[in-house]
């Protein structure tokens, strides 16, 4: 917790206070020195403390259990304790508890604080007992009701959403964020594990990216690190993506580059257990970033006798979480991020041969530096190459045969980041509304039929705080409390859990191509179940029925299962009082032999399920 002018803690009651500052002498951690003084005037009438406003509040629930953490080391004075309080947007308590026996070192404590009243938006006030100084750090208020449980947990709504689509895969921790605007503001996965108090905060890199939402108090504290996401890809049971930092600060700010030098860090961790370049030297080259993605490996997949292994093992998890792949950079593009991908993708297939790599194609779907890094990287033989769109909905629409004439050999395809705009990239106005959604379930289609090709594809962003945004359109949507999904949301379920065993051939009437007349179709076999699913699309201000023939299916039943979204206003969204407007709706069909006739809702996206043989 700091002041207001650092990040969100404004001070209370400064006329009560001689000083307050930010520090640095003998801190908690190295890794994170920081920490406020407070001294309080003597004989003051008022309280004197320190307020925390969370981040756009705090949400809190009447009974709920929450665990106020925090630091302290007492100075000069009589101060030997604080009051912790919740209160409310109008400064009324809602909890209150003691916290006693500061001493002069630094100690952490704890207290459980139980509000009276459900808020969106209360705030942590810490009301300092006596006259002196007190030194604080490492505040956090946690709710006791987390993911799993967990001291250090997320939050288990936000979770479920995504548990429930059974994703086959988390890639983590994003896009550019990887890349900072520059180096030094760059992820670096080592300062994100181990005690939480000991990781290094960091700016975001979208604090201040648009001027139309600017948030200079936009921070990462890292509380969800690597050790975190490894944790959740396994809880969800989804295999982990990590995207790591290919030497090269985003090409979209300063473009700064790590030289092709020799690195001056050795493989396991230094005295301050990070593996970051030798002290005094500053060295940024490249080997830097690549031992950095070896040393990942081991500490997700290494032994708990190995150096990173033992961290990993000392968090919490002896067994290795078993990491396939890993991706190197995020959207670089031209010569430099090429010249770079190469000494790295062979110095990770030397030590771990079976590691699958995803490289980058640029942040375009398309042109000149597009077409040069698809060809270097199949030169290269690449395993998957990201390719990612950002696009008004109707190029969705229009590109569903994008990947028809690909070749079937060569690297696989990541459509690592896409969503539909409603209005332009990077436009505040952009909505997630149906026709943007419809549009990204058409194009999946083509995903679906070219599945020999595209082996993975995710939808981006996935979450956003309806409060607090940089981007839009996102898929999962949330305030302090609550949650929703997105149409998009509900479109990428649908294909996530019908997403099948093997790809079936579909014809379309007279031979059409697929979009033809804004009728997409996609089939798959469910070999598990022994289903066969057709996804349908109809984009349409007219229903439209249709005649299935899946010749060759043997055993059907006479009754199938369909879902689907349907709606005559293609702006239709999804809000906080209004989460489900759009969602999936559940019916029942006939099926004669094998063939069945089914009518498509206007403006509607249908998967139909029929149980077979398996």
């Excluded at 993506?241 to 090269?248: E, K, T």
């Excluded at 490289?359 to 390719?387: N, W």
């Excluded at 798959?524 to 066969?532: E, F, H, L, M, Y």
């Amino acid at each position: 917790m700091t002041p207001r002018s650092s990040a969100g803690g404004p001070i209370q009651g400064a006329a009560n206070l001689d000083a307050y500052a930010v520090r640095n002498e003998q801190g908690v951690s190295a890794a994170n020195p920081h920490y406020v003084r407070l001294t309080t005037r003597a004989g003051a009438p008022g309280e004197a403390g320190i307020e925390n406003e969370g981040f756009r509040g705090m949400g809190v629930k009447a009974g709920g259990e929450y665990t106020l953490s925090f630091y302290a080391r007492r100075g000069p004075g009589s101060i030997t304790g604080l009051t912790a309080v919740i209160v409310g947007e109008k400064n009324q308590p809602l909890a209150t508890a003691p916290v006693t026996g500061f001493t002069g070192q630094w100690q952490r404590y704890t207290v459980v604080l139980k509000p009276s009243a459900t808020l969106n938006k209360a705030h942590l006030k810490l009301v300092l007992n006596g006259t002196g100084t007190v030194d604080l750090d490492v505040a956090s208020l946690y709710p006791k009701d987390t993911w799993m449980k967990r001291e250090n947990g997320l939050r288990p709504d936000l979770v479920q959403l995504l548990k429930d689509m059974k994703p086959g895969f988390l890639r983590f921790p994003g896009g550019c964020i990887v890349e900072g605007r520059t180096l030094s503001e760059r992820y670096q996965w080592k300062e994100t594990i181990g005690d939480v108090a000991a990781r290094t905060p960091l700016v975001n890199r979208w604090n201040m990216e648009f001027k139309h939402r600017s948030t200079p108090d936009y921070y990462q504290s890292f509380g969800l690190g690597f050790y975190e996401y490894f944790q959740l890809s396994e809880d969800i049971g989804a295999e982990p993506l990590p995207i790591l930092n290919v030497g090269m600060a985003c090409q979209f700010n300063s473009g700064e580059l790590a030289p092709m030098g020799t690195a001056s860090t050795k493989g396991g961790p230094n005295a301050e257990g990070t593996g970051a370049p030798a002290a005094g030297t500053g060295d940024p080259s490249l080997d830097v970033f690549i031992q950095d993605a070896l040393d990942l490996v081991e500490f997700a997949n290494g032994p708990a006798s190995s150096p990173w292994g033992a961290k990993r093992a000392a968090m919490g998890h002896p067994t290795p979480f078993n990491l396939k792949m890993l991706g190197i950079g995020n959207e670089q593009w031209g010569p430099q991020y090429l010249e770079r991908y190469e000494p790295f993708a062979k110095a990770l297939k030397a030590k771990y041969p079976n590691m699958k790599i995803v490289s980058s194609a640029g942040p375009a779907p398309d042109g000149e530096l597009f077409d040069k890094a698809s060809k270097r990287l199949g030169e290269l033989k690449a395993e998957y190459v990201d390719e990612h769109y950002y696009a008004k909905a109707d190029w969705f629409r229009q590109n569903v045969g994008r990947y028809d004439k690909y070749a079937r050999t060569g690297p696989k395809i990541f459509a690592g980041e896409y969503a539909a705009q409603s209005v332009a990239i990077g436009s505040p106005d952009n909505k997630n509304t149906w026709d943007c959604a419809i549009s990204e379930a058409a194009f999946m289609t083509g995903l679906e039929r070219n599945a020999d090709v595209v082996g993975m594809a995710s939808y981006a962003p996935l979450f956003a705080n309806v409060d607090a945004w940089q981007w839009t359109p996102d898929m999962i949507w949330f305030d302090n409390l609550n949650a929703y999904g997105s149409p998009s949301y509900y479109v990428q379920k649908m294909y996530a859990l019908n997403k099948g065993t093997n790809v079936l051939p579909v014809t379309m009437p007279g031979g059409a191509k697929n979009g033809t007349d804004n009728l997409f179709a996609s089939a798959v076999a469910d070999a598990a179940a022994g289903d066969v699913v057709v996804k349908l699309v109809n984009y349409s201000t007219s229903p439209r029925a249709v005649k299935i023939n899946l010749a060759g299916a043997k055993g059907l039943g006479k009754t199938g299962r369909a879902q689907t979204m349907a709606s005559a206003d293609l702006q239709t969204q999804n809000s906080l009082k209004e989460p489900k407007k759009l969602a999936p709706q559940e019916s029942t069909f006939a099926v004669s032999g094998t063939t069945l006739s089914y009518t498509l809702a206007p403006n509607s996206f249908t998967v139909l399920r029929v149980a077979g043989k398996k």
